[in-house]
């Protein structure tokens, strides 16, 4: 994975800017992969959508993961890191060419096929307010089939398009966290002021678009600062290498 340029970081947050988080990590991951189309991107599990977005952060803002999250209990912000080389080890572009096979698993005496969740999958669901209807729902469109685990036959009731038993979804969201584990990262930490402890779950895609939203941001107070005093283009000024952008910064 390379580094973005400056002029694709600006490129990018202006592409996303507005999008649902679907579209965000779809505008970031078709910089990186520009023969991708975003067909093809948008058929990828979010798995390994999340993959790309990690390797694209270590390439372009280093590989720490630095973050912020509030004590539940005295509301305390406390910072955090996380390294990549920490995280569970992620597919390389290459293993993500072919569409991945439906995957199957037993659960409370059932055989469920299933496939991974993609990124049509999270729009389908982004607009539904309750968490817990959410999951229901995704699970539901990425259940292919439930059938006795004895194999005799597809379950009773019409399984495969009603709602799914709450332990199952459970299970299978259990199972596609175990597939993904790269994609699951939750930081267990300790408050500071109240020794209170929690786990704190990192959301990769709205973790990269923070970095895309403020790195572009920064990027565009130093275009106007340089095209005032010297009246360059955009263009340029973005082409320049970032040390040399500084020292025209400061001398400014």
Same mark, same amino acid.
């Given at each position: 994975m390379r580094r973005l340029t400056a002029r694709e970081i600006v490129a990018v947050w202006d592409a996303g800017t507005g999008r649902s988080a679907a579209?965000?990590?779809? $505008?970031?991951?078709?910089?990186?992969?520009? +023969?991708?189309?975003?067909? &093809?991107?948008?058929?990828?599990?979010?798995? !390994?959508? +999340?993959?790309?977005?990690?390797?694209?952060?270590? =390439?372009? !803002?280093?590989? #720490?993961l630095n973050s912020i999250s509030a004590c539940p209990h005295c509301g305390v912000r406390v910072e955090f890191s996380i390294s990549l080389a920490d995280l569970p080890a992620r597919p390389n572009?290459? +293993?993500?060419? =072919?569409?991945?096979?439906?995957?199957?698993?037993? $659960?409370?005496?059932?055989?469920? /096929?299933?496939r991974l969740p993609d990124s049509t999958d999270l729009d389908a669901i982004a607009a539904v307010a309750d968490p817990e209807t959410a999951v229901a729902m995704l699970a539901r469109r990425c259940v292919l089939s439930v059938r006795p685990a004895d194999g005799s036959?597809?379950?009773?009731?019409? $399984?495969?398009?009603?709602?799914?038993?709450?332990?199952?979804?459970?299970?299978? %969201?259990? %199972?596609? =966290?175990? *597939? #993904?584990?790269? $994609? +699951? @990262?939750?930081? =267990?930490? @300790?408050c500071p002021s109240c020794g209170a402890g929690w786990q704190s779950g990192v959301d990769v895609g /709205? !973790?990269?678009?923070? &970095?895309? %939203?403020? &790195?572009? *941001?920064?990027?565009l107070y130093e275009v106007d600062a340089l095209a005032r005093m010297y009246g360059w283009s955009e263009r340029d000024i973005l082409d320049m290498t970032p040390v040399r952008r500084q020292r025209y910064l400061e001398m400014a």
């Open positions: 579209g965000r990590v779809l $505008a970031t991951v078709s910089a990186c992969l520009p +023969d991708w189309s975003v067909a &093809e991107l948008a058929a990828l599990p979010l798995g !390994f959508l +999340d993959a790309l977005l990690l390797e694209l952060h270590g =390439a372009t !803002f280093g590989r #720490q572009v290459e +293993d993500m060419a =072919a569409p991945p096979a439906p995957l199957t698993m037993l $659960a409370q005496g059932l055989s469920v /096929t299933y036959g597809r379950l009773e009731g019409g $399984a495969d398009d009603g709602p799914l038993p709450a332990e199952l979804i459970d299970d299978l %969201e259990a %199972e596609m =966290a175990r *597939r #993904q584990p790269w $994609a +699951d @990262i939750e930081v =267990a930490l @300790i /709205t !973790f990269v678009w923070a &970095e895309i %939203e403020s &790195e572009g *941001r920064r990027l």
